[in-house]
Nanobody, 131 residues
């Protein structure tokens, strides 16, 4: 499995921005579709955003559309989550996830939104947004 390490979390005020990074190692990064999930205290892990192995397809949960952007740099083995206009309800631990795929033109457009789709997870990074 690919190993994933998130960074970039922190304490910010409502309306601020943060960029999360997730560095991958151990396997060929471009063989992995990637996702970001979050989990607030007392709640289930929630899908946030996903990107195909090629970067050609991106998908977001409705609550972050227009505010968050997922991207990847396969040369740097890194996936990013740019978060703008942060709200207190965005407060959570954010997790990076990876799903192995065989890189084809079809999987290059495939994204995955369920936690059970992913076999690799990072340790999480805390994002706290104060009002």
């Amino acid at each position: 499995q690919v190993q994933l390490v998130e960074s970039g979390g922190g304490l910010v005020q409502a309306g601020d921005s943060l960029r999360l990074s997730c560095a991958a190692s151990g396997r060929t990064f471009s063989n992995y579709a990637m996702g970001w999930f979050r989990q607030a205290p007392g709640k289930e892990r929630e899908f946030v955003a996903a990107i195909s192995w090629s970067g050609g397809t991106r998908y977001y949960v409705d609550s972050v559309k227009g505010r968050f952007t997922i991207s990847r740099d396969n040369a740097k083995n890194t996936v990013y989550l740019q978060m703008n206009s942060l709200k207190p309800e965005d407060t959570a631990v954010y997790y990076c996830s990876g799903k192995y795929v065989i890189p084809t033109s079809w999987t290059g457009t495939s994204v995955y939104t369920k936690p059970s789709d992913y076999s690799s997870w990072g340790q999480g990074t805390q994002v706290t947004v104060s009002s």
